[in-house]
């Protein structure tokens, strides 16, 4: 994978590009828009890091010119402005996702590893947040201490909803809109019944309970 | 009595007020002196007037005089009488008081108007030769004549003393509505909100004291300025640090990263945690500047629950690392009217606080609480909470709380404040226990949304 990065400062800018490098992305490291346009034609890069306060050229004009020329590049923005308008214009001038600093790198290898994902189009296959891993296909999880276990499908539909967004905590009657269709007579207790055998499958850790709003799994960390 | 000297000098109101009562007070007893003194003349020089008109009369009329001899005249007042006489009958005179006529008046006076005692009693005397050569003499004794020349006089001063008391109590009155104007200002400017620094309305004011809220308005203006300025700083400042913060967390995670001894690696944990705690402490400051700033945000019908919700996704991991029991009692939901971004950062801030000072453990609970036109907004920890003589303090920026060893910004509830203010909530602070007077409770009335 080739990165472009576009960074005007240069201990942030050696930083990224040194964690890039270690997290094996080839790296190119440009320090002004021009120069980044210039760049962008003579190779085809996987994913740019644009930061916008740039020197010569502003980085919402560099993303202007870059998505004028139908250049579909996935492009991360990396920036200290939190106004709501340079987010706004960020997102609808084609940028792929907004990253405030100060940031974490894994925040930002996280945010990468996301927009490439869209970007590929593939379908994933497996939802993961560290703790417990779901494959779709074949409906079996997989913690540390419990490998491939079998889930029954209202199981599976409900761990999915979570695994979706993990973090994100859904209500009870929000699990029983992901895990019966239309139609179906929703039985009392059978959210806490489904969570009760998930718990005892995969280890009482996996999904946690919000005293009063619901359930949820851990965010990847 | 000094109270009133210093009244005196102070308020322009009182002084007007006693200034012009005083000068009521001259001018009616200078008027009231002379029209006594004029009215007093005047009745006397009636009274002579009448006494030689009636010398006048006895001359023309060629009257000879007759004395009567003890008959009494019905209507007669022995002391208003008038006594015509021939000046050689005085000679004549038998009785020693002034009842009986002759009188015994000299013989030696000369024509024209006197006043002569005689036998006690003073007599106002007017001696006049006739054409025949007699010389008469008419008189009235004094007495009378001064009381009801005194009597004149009164009746003329009592006008001044109606006017007087009335025209201190219109003058009172009317300096006090002239004045009224000043007091409703000063009234206004006194009950403002201290962020409150919009001009004062100039129209309605008398002229004279327009140029003076013209200054202040000014200054309030300039006031507001600077203190657009002083938060543009922070905002500035704190923007501008962002970019070496991030430079220096990306270069320490980059270190952790590395092979490294095991007390190296240890060394540069409390490292990392300071860079941490910096980041935060700059996300505090624009977090505040942002508050105080733009009153003009748009508003909206926001799901009390929706933002608890979004509040707990992002600080569970807090509450989990110290192992606290966090959640919502009760399934009620409201809908209040406020940006949601106002909402969602003062309750994050309140919840970061009740976790932070809450120990291993402990519990933090969020409710609502419902009013017919208001929602109470709870978040209740099992903390030391905050003593009543600490309350007021708590919110100003940068204070903590003595004997906590919690490394947070301390601008958390400053920022509460801050967006309570700008939206109208109103934030109250006791004690989750009021028995045991542990735990904090806050509670933030917001006004519910029209269904």
Redesign the interface.
């Known amino acids: 994978m080739r990165i472009l990065l576009v960074e005007d400062?240069p201990?942030?800018g050696?930083?990224?590009q040194?964690?890039l490098n270690?997290a094996s992305y080839a790296t190119d490291w440009v320090n002004n828009g021009l120069t980044a346009l210039v760049a962008l034609q003579a190779h085809a890069y996987d994913l740019v890091l644009l930061d916008l306060g740039l020197p010569g050229k502003d980085g919402l004009d560099v993303l202007d010119v870059i998505r004028g020329r139908n250049n579909p590049v996935p492009l991360l923005i990396i920036t200290?402005r939190?106004g709501l308008d340079d987010r706004l214009r960020g997102l609808d001038g084609g940028a792929d996702d907004f990253l405030l600093?100060?940031?974490?790198?894994?925040e930002l290898l996280a945010r990468m590893r996301a927009v490439l994902r869209r970007k590929g189009g593939s379908a994933q296959s497996l939802l993961d947040n560290g703790v417990v891993s779901l494959d779709l296909v074949s409906k079996q999880a997989t913690t540390a201490d419990t490998p491939d276990v079998q889930l029954s499908s209202r199981e599976f539909a409900l761990l999915q909803a979570l695994l979706i967004r993990p973090?994100?905590?859904l209500s009870r009657s929000e699990l029983e809109d992901r895990i019966y269709g239309w139609g179906n007579e929703v039985e009392s207790n059978a959210v806490e019944f489904l969570i009760h055998a998930l718990r005892r499958k995969l280890g009482s850790h996996v999904i946690?309970n919000?005293?009063?709003?619901?359930w949820?799994v851990?965010?990847s960390t | 009595m000094d109270g009133f000297k210093k009244h005196l000098s102070d308020s322009i109101q009182v002084r007007l007020s006693v200034t012009l009562s005083l000068a009521i007070l001259i001018v009616a007893a200078l008027a009231g002196v002379f029209a006594f003194v004029s009215a007093l003349n005047e009745a006397h020089e009636m009274q002579d007037e009448t006494l030689r008109q009636v010398a006048v009369l006895f001359e023309r009329q060629q009257m000879t005089l007759r004395y009567p001899a003890g008959a009494q005249i019905v209507g007669d007042d022995e002391e208003s009488r008038v006594i015509v006489q021939y000046l050689a009958d005085s000679s004549k005179a038998t009785g020693s008081d002034d009842t009986t006529t002759p009188l015994p008046f000299p013989t030696t006076l000369a024509d024209g108007l006197s006043t002569i005692n005689i036998a006690g009693e003073n007599f106002r005397v007017l001696i006049r030769t006739t054409s025949r050569g007699e010389r008469i003499v008419i008189a009235q004794e004094a007495d009378v004549r001064d009381k009801e020349a005194r009597e004149s006089a009164w009746r003329s001063l009592l006008p001044f003393l109606i006017l007087f008391p009335v025209l201190l109590l219109v003058v009172g009155d009317l300096v006090r509505k002239l004045f009224r104007p000043i007091a409703t200002l000063s009234k206004e400017i006194d009950q403002r909100d201290e962020q409150a620094l919009h001009p004062i309305d100039e129209n309605h004011l008398p002229t004279e004291i327009r140029p003076f809220v013209v200054a202040i308005n000014r200054l309030l203006a300039r006031v507001a300025q600077s203190m657009q300025a002083q938060r543009r700083f922070i905002a500035d400042a704190a923007?501008e640090l962002?970019?070496?913060?991030?430079?220096?967390?990306?270069?320490a995670?980059?270190l952790s990263?590395t092979e490294m001894s095991a007390p190296a690696h240890e060394r540069l944990l409390p490292l990392c945690r300071g860079i941490e705690r910096n980041?935060k402490l700059?996300e505090q400051l624009?977090a505040l500047a942002a508050a105080q700033s733009s009153p003009d945000r748009s508003q909206a019908t926001v799901s009390v629950h929706e933002v608890?919700?979004r509040v707990?996704?992002d600080l569970?991991?807090l509450a989990?690392r110290k192992r606290i029991?966090?959640?919502?009692?009760?399934?009620e939901d409201v809908q209040v009217n406020i940006n949601e971004m106002d909402l969602f950062i003062l309750v994050k801030n309140l919840v970061d606080n009740a976790i932070r000072y809450t120990p291993v453990d402990g519990r933090v609970d969020?409710t609502i609480e419902l009013a017919p036109e208001s929602a109470i907004l709870q978040v209740k920890d099992s903390g030391p909470g905050i003593s009543a003589e600490e309350q007021i303090l708590v919110f100003n920026p940068f204070y903590r709380s003595l004997g906590t060893d919690e490394t947070g910004s301390g601008l958390g509830l400053s920022i509460v404040k801050a967006i309570a203010d700008r939206t109208g909530a109103h934030i109250r602070l006791s004690f989750s226990d009021s028995v045991k007077k542990t735990g904090l409770c806050v509670s933030v009335c917001l006004k519910r949304a029209k269904p």
Do not use: C, N
């Open positions: 400062d201990m942030i050696d930083a990224i040194g964690a270690d200290a939190d600093k100060p940031f974490a790198m894994a973090g994100a905590i946690k919000v005293r009063g709003m619901g949820m851990s965010k | 923007h962002r970019s070496p913060m991030t430079a220096l967390s990306l270069q995670e980059r990263a980041r700059i624009l608890y919700r707990l996704e569970l991991p989990e029991d966090i959640g919502v009692e009760g399934i969020l």
